[in-house]
């Protein structure tokens, strides 16, 4: 990996999961699995590192995700409704602890009144019922950094999700 911030990112993810015997699912749109990409780029990740939804579509993440055509049409793609549904989403239909999901608008088309190139929206959930949302309005600053910059922030909040959950114990017959 050439990114030294995703890299480092990635690894104190992945730690922090690990000690707690935590796993992890991604649900990305604007970032094309750029998340996944990064956590797999670390050896030993397949320890916490289950799968990845890339739901570039609407119908994506209708279809693998489970997120109600409804709020779609209510509320858009891009929206903090759209990604808690994406995380929870991930959560219901992967065996894993914790979720991450981004959905956004990385330019340089794509804007909609009230939705500029650079808006982001994240979520982050857990099995146990924790849920963290955030905003991010990175502006018009080029594809390539809206999405290491979604990336960063959807491991942030993995990470910070993952500090705050119990240690899962060893289903039977693991370790």
């Known amino acids: 990996m050439a990114d030294s911030e995703l890299a480092s990112a990635s690894h104190a993810v992945l730690a922090a999961c690990q000690v707690k015997k935590l796993t992890v699912a ?47 049409d209510t509320y858009g793609a891009v929206s903090a409704e759209c990604a808690e549904a994406m995380a929870k989403g991930a959560i219901a239909l992967a065996s894993v602890n914790l979720a991450v999901s981004i959905t956004g608008i990385a330019g340089p088309a794509g804007a909609v009144p ?43 909040m993995l990470r910070e999700l993952a500090e705050k959950e119990e240690p899962h114990p060893l289903a039977e017959g693991e370790g």
């Open 26 to 72: 991604t649900a990305e749109s604007c970032t094309g699995g750029l998340v996944a990409a990064a956590l797999t780029e670390i050896p030993g990740s397949s320890f916490v590192f289950d799968r990845g939804f890339v739901t570039y579509s609407n119908d994506a993440k209708q279809q693998m995700l489970g997120v109600p055509p409804t709020l779609i």
């Open 114 to 156: 009230g939705k500029p190139i650079g808006l982001v929206f994240f979520a982050a959930a857990s099995r146990s019922g924790r849920l963290i949302a955030r905003e991010q309005r990175y502006g018009d600053i080029g594809r390539p950094l809206v999405r290491k910059k979604s990336a960063l922030q959807a491991l942030s």
